[in-house]
């Protein structure tokens, strides 16, 4: 039975789809199939070749202002991208509407599915359609997989939206679309450093992880771990004499090559860790939030990837490797000493390791 995509995150029940706001869209073609073009694999001037039905979705996402505005609803659109097999859009609903945003871009992907048809000659509703408009997700799913590619919709069912709320956000999320096209192709070009695995294991335990595997097997590893406090003065551990002593013997030895290992919680483990991105120095990352399928990293650790100096890893059992000094394990305290306990842990692996792809 087909399954519904869980690469999508649940949509916020919380906030209020109708308000003002701005969001960056997500939607991915059914089957990851190529039907929007092909990347040009031009490593000085990355790009997109699009495809007839590429254009034809680019120019339907400019049209949605015009479109709206019949409506009386204020809504521009400020950027937008077409990957081979998925489609990135920045949408600002500028005053509160009648309807949902999921309603807009419903219709948007309607009118990209119709398109596309009538590009490849079919121009008009299909008889296959008219029995899916009440079915779940996962029934509409497994009806359309007995069907031709051409009888289905273009994108999948769900959409991805990524809620904007900070100042200076924006331009980040518009850097990060314009920026799709040239991450694309250097994960072809060099994929030893830029590894997804679902479940890798180490030592027994359970991870997953992206970027260059291949820091694990370094020869020299550090793990690094800054308390809060100093442990004599009660300082703050970032503010005295010892961290910076501390601070400069890890970094001269990231310099010589040594591989950096830390979740960077603590303030002085976040100024090492910024510091190895600063200077591009090899570092296992560790950190607690799920790393999906399709997630990518931002701007600047996927730079440090394309220099092969980054891996992310995640724990799968942080949250029920043990209570710390009889506090609950899923509790920030716990994770904050589980998460050093792996980093010493894996700055003392040089074994065998367990990748296996999901």
Known sequence: MAQKNTSYRPHPKWHD?????IYMITLVVQNRDHILGELNMDAKNPGVILSETGKAIVEQWNK????????????KTICCVAMPDHFHGVIFIEEDMDIKLGTIIQAFKSACTSRWRKINGI????????ITGHLSINRRLEHYASLPRIARPLFDPDYDDTILYKRGQ???????VRDNPRRAIYRKLYPQYFRNVQTLEINGRLYSAFGNLFLLKAAHKIAVKCHRKHPDTRQPYEETEDFQKYRTEVLDAAKDGSVIVTPGISKGEQIIKNDCFENGFPMIHIQKEPFGQYNKPEKRRFDICLNGKLLI????????????NGVDAASKYSNFHNMNLL?????????????KRA
Do not use: C, W
């Open 123 to 130: 121009d008009r509703q299909l008889e296959t359609e008219k």
């Open 343 to 355: 980093a010493a842990e894996i700055a003392g692996f040089y074994g065998y390791m367990a990748v």
């Open 313 to 324: 890893i995640i724990p799968q059992t942080l949250d029920s490797m043990g209570t710390v």
């Open 170 to 176: 924006l331009q980040h999320i518009i850097d990060y």
């Open 17 to 21: 789809y109708k308000a003002r706001g």
């Open 64 to 75: 949605t202002s015009e479109l709206q505005a019949k409506y009386n609803r204020k809504v």
